[in-house]
């Protein structure tokens, strides 16, 4: 049993920047792929962005290459947002992988530990 944490959303005006972070109550993260995803009203849950175990593979989503970027520190992954969009309103989620795999993945069914969640609202 996997618990985690989102912690970094709130309200920000376009073209500013938040930085998500995602931690694990009891148990590491260092050794799982870890992925970040949202879902907007009435929209289906999409991957954001993934980091292997290792952290030498990321990937993300089309929408948000050039201004997102996720990293990975002891115990904790993060989800660092430049130049917002009122597009990327959504609730965020981080998901780790207990699967422990070479790279990481992007959809959502690969994960089945979620944390609640962190709202962030783009807008003016």
């Known amino acids: 049993q996997l618990q985690l944490v989102e912690s970094g959303g709130g309200l920000v005006q376009p073209g500013g920047s938040l930085r998500l972070s995602c931690a694990a109550s009891?148990?590491?993260?260092?050794?799982?792929?870890v992925g970040w995803f949202r879902q907007a009203p009435g929209k289906e849950r999409e991957g954001v962005s993934c980091?292997?175990?290792?952290?030498?593979y990321t990937y993300y989503t089309d929408s948000v290459k050039g201004r997102f970027t996720i990293s990975r520190a002891k115990n904790t992954v993060y989800l660092q947002m430049n130049s917002l969009k009122p597009e990327d309103t959504a609730v965020y989620y981080c998901?780790?992988?207990?699967?422990?795999?070479?790279?990481?993945?992007?959809?959502?069914?690969?994960?089945?530990?979620w944390g609640p969640g962190t709202q962030i609202n783009v807008s003016s």
């Open positions: 009891r148990f590491t993260l260092d050794y799982n792929p």
């Open positions: 998901a780790a992988d207990v699967a422990v795999r070479a790279f990481c993945s992007m959809s959502p069914g690969s994960y089945k530990y």
């Open positions: 980091i292997s175990r290792s952290g030498e």
